[in-house]
């Protein structure tokens, strides 16, 4: 006779959080560079010292204001990152309260300090590097990347480091492995399965917006004035922005097909003409971090536009700004697929053991 035994559950392993000390130092860093602002008068990159900043959310705030709003939030949220750190369970109104904190100023940090710049020097990145020793494009580069650009990006990790902070801290203080948040229970949505099912339809929708923009960029690349008149489109021609945007269209569009790989087999084993890797599994952060960066980029890019009063002035280039007004369908979609990839591919948690 035999005795099947039921699979067994490993303890979790106790390892010491990356997340929190790392938030903690970085804003913490951010915060005094903040005050050193407020006392000198210098540095602080937003409203009327950044040029560049039309689409910013952050450009009605004043210079005088502005430092010490963010020193007062940073070195808060430090302070909120270090109190992860520790192993005891706080009460439930001291979990909420610093839990809705932390968030809160992760999303500010995330997706409203940045703005459409992130986003677009992501798509300028590939010919930015490429063209650098031709001196193509015809940029000075101390135009481009600039402190503010520096200080968004800085933001963003900010806002990344702080948010994995708080999941593994709620993960971790509710009983649930800090690792993969799993608890024992079968939530459903979150299997396999289930995963396939809706992830399908998010990378269906994340795929389509951007080749929809990439078709109108391209299309005027090629000199077809789609969606706006040819006296638009030669002055476009005239100035070399219509490269500029077949450069972001080119981006979107193969940020398309490999969003289509978070659905596909393709997007789980090298493909064949991946010399050297063909039928390895790709890794899953090597296309979950990237998705999550796109994603986080598209939402900040979408609220600074949306917050833009000539971004809805339709007038003669109307259908120029059209696509756009599809992203903020594009970040949540993204967000959504490379998660459904990351819950379909996690396997068996090496803390936890459960799978």
Known sequence: MTTTLPPTRRPVVPRPDRFAPLAAAWLGLWGVLALVSTVTGAGYPFGANDPGGAMSLLRGIPATVGPPLFAALLLGAAVAALAM?????????????????????????????????????????????????????????????????????????????????????????????????????????????????WGRWAVGVAATIPALYAVTRLAWAVGVPLGIDRA???????????????????FALVGAVLTLGLAQRWGE???????????????????????????????????GLLATPEFWDFGGASLATAPMLLWPFWGVALGAATYAYHLRRRGTCRRCGRG
């Open 85 to 197: 750190t520790g192993g005891r369970r706080p009460g439930r109104a001291v979990r909420t309260l610093l839990s809705a904190y932390a968030w809160a100023v992760a999303a500010l940090l995330a997706v409203v300090v940045p703005d459409v710049g992130v986003l677009t020097i992501l798509g300028y990145a590939p010919i930015l590097i490429v063209g650098a020793p031709f001196g193509w494009p015809p940029v000075d580069y101390a135009d481009v990347f600039t402190w503010a650009l520096f200080v968004r990006f800085a933001a963003v990790v900010g806002g990344v480091l702080l948010a994995g902070a708080v999941l593994t801290w709620r993960r971790r203080t509710a009983g649930a492995c800090p690792g993969c948040g799993r608890d024992g229970v079968d939530h459903g949505w979150t299997s396999p399965a289930a995963a396939a099912r």
């Open 232 to 250: 638009f489109l030669d002055e476009m021609r005239d100035t070399g922005t219509v490269w500029a945007g077949a450069g972001l269209g080119g």
């Open 269 to 303: 084993r090298f493909p064949r003409w991946t010399l050297g890797l063909a039928g390895r599994a790709v890794p899953v952060k090597l296309a979950v971090v990237p998705a999550t960066l796109v994603a986080v980029a598209v939402t900040a890019a979408t609220l």
